[in-house]
């Protein structure tokens, strides 16, 4: 009887145990359901978040690829919503900039560019499109295109350099970032400005440049500072001339234009952000003002101050004053060396 007893006592633990397990296997399971829910509703809501992509119409790892990640990264904030660039070269940034003109003008599709594409390159190359048909949304930096020579070359400042050239018209050869790009037009128009006759040698981009001045294939460096401050600092290279009107900070050696009374021939190295037209004015107000704030950032402004880039604001008619302004006096340069669409 006791062993009956006790049989069924067991009996009846066990199956209350398993009861018990039961309830407990079902709680877990809803917890984890819930926990998947969340987990996905949480995906679906960053999956619903709006993206903005900046075209950069160059390659990974180039000057502007790197600005616009670096200032990308410091408009998120501001924009309220994720950043990320998109890479579209070719065709001197014509097809990049092309494939924004052509998008969606809902303000998630824009072009963090440099100023080539938009100024110089549609002179030489065949764009599909116009200064009419894009958004100049906000001017952002601008920097010089430098003249520099060995430090053995026969002149040792700017105006001695232009007496260089002028006594000796086409001994001399120029590197520039490309035929028909801003460093070839903003050189050609310098150059033409002084009646000074100098050979042009064009290359694919600064790095390529600088080998060759270096290496005394061609006897000026015409670029960008950051490749060539290097050489400076070593005293392989002295740059005595900028593309500026007035003295680069980074380079105070350097004569600004003023220096030589032709202020007015000024082309300098910019980056901006461009919108497709149409995009509306409450949109293209927040893009401007989210990329206004990033400039301001730590971050930006040590990164400016290393590139020798001078943080320079424009915005609405003054930017596209500047921008036609630009595009006119190099494309008259253009049509000087015989340059058209390709």
């Not at 200064?131 to 100049?136: E, G, M, S, T, W």
Request: aromatic residues 6%; glycine residues 10%; contains cysteine.
């Amino acid at each position: 009887m006791l062993k009956s007893m006790t049989s069924n006592a067991r009996s009846t633990v066990c199956r209350v145990r398993r009861a018990g397990g039961t309830a407990a296997v079902a709680a877990l399971a809803a917890i984890q359901a819930a926990g998947w829910l969340a987990a996905s509703v949480s995906v679906s809501v960053a999956l619903a978040q709006p993206v903005t992509r900046v075209v950069v119409p160059a390659p990974v790892g180039g000057g502007t690829d790197v600005f616009f990640r670096l200032v990308g990264k410091e408009a998120e904030p501001f924009l309220k919503n994720q950043l990320i660039v998109a890479n579209v070269g070719g065709a001197g940034g014509t097809i990049g900039v092309g494939q924004v003109v052509n998008a969606r003008p809902d303000g998630l599709t824009l072009a963090g560019v440099w100023s080539s594409p938009l100024t110089a390159s549609p002179h030489s190359m065949k764009a599909s499109y116009t200064v009419d048909d894009y958004v100049p949304v906000i001017h952002l930096s601008q920097a010089p295109y430098v003249f520099c020579v060995l430090a053995d070359f026969p002149a040792r400042d700017g105006r001695a350099l232009i007496e260089e050239l002028r006594r000796n018209p086409d001994r001399y050869t120029y590197g520039n970032d490309g035929l028909g790009g801003t460093g070839h037009l903003a050189a050609a128009r310098i150059f033409r400005a002084l009646d000074v006759k100098v050979r042009d040698v064009p290359f694919k981009g600064a790095g390529e440049t600088l080998t060759n001045f270096l290496g005394g294939h061609v006897s000026i460096y015409v670029g960008s500072i950051p490749p060539v401050m290097p050489a400076v600092k070593s005293g392989k290279a002295r740059c005595l001339l900028s593309s500026a009107a007035d003295r680069s900070a980074a380079m105070p050696d350097a004569l600004g234009l003023r220096d030589l009374g032709i202020a007015a021939e000024q082309t300098m190295l910019w980056r901006a952000i461009l919108a497709p037209k149409g995009t509306p004015p409450a949109v293209l107000s927040h893009i401007e003002q989210a990329f206004e704030a990033a400039m301001n950032t730590p971050a930006t402004r040590r990164y400016c101050e290393d590139a020798g880039e001078q943080i320079m604001i424009l915005k609405g008619e003054p930017l596209r004053a500047m921008l036609r302004a630009e595009y006119d006096a190099l494309g008259a340069v253009a049509r000087s060396l015989k340059l058209g669409p390709q």
